[in-house]
């Protein structure tokens, strides 16, 4: 590398990627975690540097024979490492994973927005933690652990790990020496299918971690077993504000969209495309979107992501978002769609 080149690079290497703008990520490296997770490693394409908290994701953009989609996956690495990021992906039934597995190999590109969350330690501050994942699950807890490894952090954390068989178990080997680094953490695996064994309830939890109610929980898995640990939580004592989860369920979102004989129907305008359509008070506008036919880039449907947000030029809503969208981006106007309700006519920059 000539001097010039190093200059070069070290400028470009000072800069940000950019949270709230679309970029592009190459892929670098690609590994088989087990017989259906595949992890990537993905540095910025301009050379900058990713600055996320453990436990945060980003939403990517991708190519299926569909047409393209936008999903969001957690990083798992350490964010004591800004020069890349790597998420582990578990191929699923669905779009999404499977285009991912097929087409992102070394030196494809990706284009990425974020990092987005407010998942992790940076938001549920605590003395200790119990980190309860189920499957894929796993991939926040371990862009904690290894933060706090790389940071020289005693985390004082029990891992819960819940997954099928043995070969499921992600990182086994590496959460063992990470446990040499930080001894008072704990790993505990749950084998459903091993004899004995089957869908960890409630009892169960109580019994691994009989401190549970002294310890910040983070919990991220499939709906129900996220249920499941929060009533869990909740019943021996901890209080709301030392709970958090993370999951992205791309089902649609169960919603109280029954227009009524009184219910208001108001008009949203795409005030660049010049369409517009209905939208009643009780549903939200990207159910009307959705509904009327129309493009609207979006992802997680909950108001996490923040893959749908979009200019209010005039009108009024109603937002109950869950950290997919900035105070300061809610001041200049900007609002989530998908859990946006109108209150009276509106008009978005579409």
Known sequence: MTQVDLADWRARRRRRFAPDKWGVLVCRAVWEESADMRTFLLTPKDGSRIEHDPGQFMTFRIDTPDGWIERCYTIASSAARD?????SVKRQVGLGSGALH???IAGAEIEAFGPSGRFGPANLPGANYALIAAGSGITPMLSILRTAADRGIDLDAVLVQVVPTSADLIAEAEITNLSRRMPRLTHLPILTRSPGNGRPDSDLLARAIPDLVDRTVLCCGPQPFMEMVRSAALE???PAERYGEESFDFSSPIADSTAGADTLIRTVTFARSGQT???????TILEAVKAAG???PSSCARGICGTCKTFKHTGEVTMAHDGGIRQREIDRGFILPCVSRPLTDITLDC
Do not use: Q, R
């Open 83 to 87: 020069g890349g990021i790597e998420i």
């Open 102 to 104: 097929k087409t992102l």
């Open 236 to 238: 021996v004592g901890v």
């Open 277 to 283: 359509f209905e939208c009643a008070e009780t549903s």
């Open 294 to 296: 129309l493009p609207l």
